[in-house]
């Protein structure tokens, strides 16, 4: 089955910073790749996706790449805010499922 | 996207018992999943909901401690059977291919969040 590997597992910022998050994955059919952003006590929150006809996409301050051959996508977020703390999860499909990385929990210090 | 709703939004239970969770979509949806996630960890793939036939159960999870139904294509329900503190968790349900064009796009509803004395 699909392997997905997500890192770093904590990544803490001063507001205003880049952040870089990046998501490994093993089946080289996957061809979906999304980003959720999950807030304490609430549901997860689709943010940012991509598919596999297209390298990156950017949505103001977020943006996704993907890298098909080294089978890894990436999230970027730049000019950070303290709304932006959160855990991040990967979930690239694989077998009509999305298969959900271990996540990200970002801190943005003010 | 799709307005999703679960019932009850949380619960405390005894063990042995049994509790079904309900998930109701404002649009039909071909596809609908049922997750579970543990305190402070990822999302686990429970089931795929599918209507009109048997849910396909991912590896660890049997259908005689969470059967499901999926009686039309706006509606699921999951049940916890015979339960233990082990099954404490959220349970969130997740649906595909609603209004939106892009049918691999998956939204959640907000949660059931189970605790087992």
């Known amino acids: 089955g699909e392997n997905v590997e997500q890192h770093p597992s904590t990544l803490s910022v001063q507001e205003g910073d880049s952040a870089v998050i990046k998501c490994t994955y093993s089946d080289s059919a996957s061809n979906y790749f999304p980003w959720y952003k999950q807030e304490l006590g609430k549901r997860p929150q689709l943010i940012i996706d991509i598919r596999s006809n297209v390298g990156e996409k950017k949505d103001q301050r977020i943006a996704v790449t993907l890298n098909k051959t080294a089978k890894h996508f990436s999230l970027h977020i730049t000019e950070t805010q303290p709304e932006d703390s959160a855990v991040y999860f990967c979930a690239p499909d694989s077998s009509y499922k999305l298969i959900f990385g271990s996540g990200t929990r970002l801190l943005v210090r003010p | ?117």
Request: one cysteine or more; proline letters at 5%; glycine letters at 6%.
């Open chain 2, 1 to 117: 996207s799709a307005v999703i709703s679960q019932k009850p939004s949380r619960d405390i239970c005894q063990r042995g018992t049994s509790l079904t969770i309900q998930c109701q979509v404002d649009s039909q949806v071909t596809m609908m999943f049922w997750y579970r996630q543990q305190p402070g960890q990822s999302l686990t793939l429970i089931a795929t909901a599918n209507q009109g036939s048997e849910a396909t159960y991912e590896s660890g999870f049997v259908i005689d401690k969470f059967p499901i139904s999926r009686p039309n294509l706006t509606f699921s329900t999951l049940t916890v059977s015979n339960m233990s503190p082990e099954d404490s968790s959220i349970y969130l349900c997740s649906v595909e291919g609603g209004r939106e064009a892009n049918t691999d796009t998956q939204y959640f509803g907000p949660g059931t969040r189970l605790t087992v004395l």
